[in-house]
């Protein structure tokens, strides 16, 4: 090997962080496999147990792998989801534009339809209850707009959590919190907003506790139409 041949070589730090991703990431290692353990890692790359446990580290911040004290290190369960929720959460930090918004009412309209139905038609309380929940500190919010708009993207993500579709979730972690803030901020600017937010809340979990799964996607598509509606209107 040539020495510009060998200078162009990634770190062996690297490369096993590279190597071991691509693995995981291309399914040859998926959820619940073990990793090579540390000693194969050192004789396979030649690298020092420092330098791959510095490796596993990062494969763990990236939500690739977990450790199990006294056995190892495996793929996660929720392999790649940290990874989406984090490059999702920095387009929404670097996305705040009239367009973006829209975009993002129009993901909401597609996926919380979905989610509201399954969460009607759950026989499982709990995420109704944690939709009410929701509800009630919005009531309690008052006149505290920033406090009411939190309310409002913390009842919407706790629908779409509530229908256990992991993927629809870490989208919405990802977007919401950025996007969906901004959003709030710029729409409720009076208390008139809010009291029909708060009279489509109600209408939504009404239909939820009954386990009516139409009314529960009429009501939260008559409520995202509005909210684009008013969206539009502030936009202009």
Request: neutral net charge; glycine residues 10%.
């Amino acid at each position: 090997m040539t020495d510009s041949r060998r200078k162009s070589r990634p770190p062996v730090g690297l490369r096993m962080i590279e190597e071991l991703e691509a693995l995981i990431v291309g399914g040859e290692l998926v959820a619940g496999d073990r990793l090579p353990t540390e000693a194969e890692l050192v004789d396979k790359y030649g690298a020092s147990r420092a330098a791959v446990r510095e490796a596993v580290q990062v494969l763990k911040a990236r939500g690739l792998v977990v450790s199990r004290r006294g056995s190892g290190s495996y793929v996660s369960g929720d392999a790649g989801a940290k990874t989406l929720h984090e490059s999702l959460g920095r387009y929404a930090a670097l996305r705040g534009d009239g367009p973006a918004y829209i975009e993002l009412m129009d993901l909401r309209l597609m996926v919380e339809t979905f989610c509201v139905k399954r969460v009607a038609a759950d026989l499982d309380d709990g995420a109704r209850n944690r939709v009410r929940e929701c509800l009630d500190r919005m009531i309690q919010a008052g006149d505290d707009l920033k406090r009411f708009g939190e309310e409002d993207i913390a009842f919407h993500q706790a629908i779409v959590d509530g229908a256990g579709h992991r993927l629809f979730a870490t989208i919405f972690r990802g977007l919401l919190p950025g996007l969906g803030r901004r959003f709030a901020l710029l729409t409720y600017t009076e208390a008139a907003l809010t009291a029909r937010t708060l009279n489509d809340h109600r209408k939504i979990v009404a239909a939820l506790d009954a386990g009516d799964t139409k009314q529960a996607e009429i009501s939260l598509r008559a409520h995202l139409a509005w909210s684009r509606e008013n969206l539009e209107r502030v936009l202009s």
